[in-house]
């Protein structure tokens, strides 16, 4: 006979904290990889992020 157990699966709690993303670019390529990051935290994880410059 089988015994039967109880498994529960328990997520994280969504939170209301961003993400900031950090910077340094003359060219402009960190900022575009950094705005398309900022973007795919948001697509995937529905998460906000405040982009700066150094």
Not at 4 to 22: E, F, K, R, V
């Amino acid at each position: 006979m089988l015994s039967q157990t109880n498994h529960s699966i328990s997520y994280p709690t969504t939170t209301n904290d961003s993400i900031t993303i950090l910077y340094g670019s003359q060219t402009g390529n960190a900022q575009s990889l950094a705005e398309l990051l900022a973007l795919q935290s948001y697509r995937i994880f529905d998460q906000e992020c405040v982009k700066s410059n150094l």
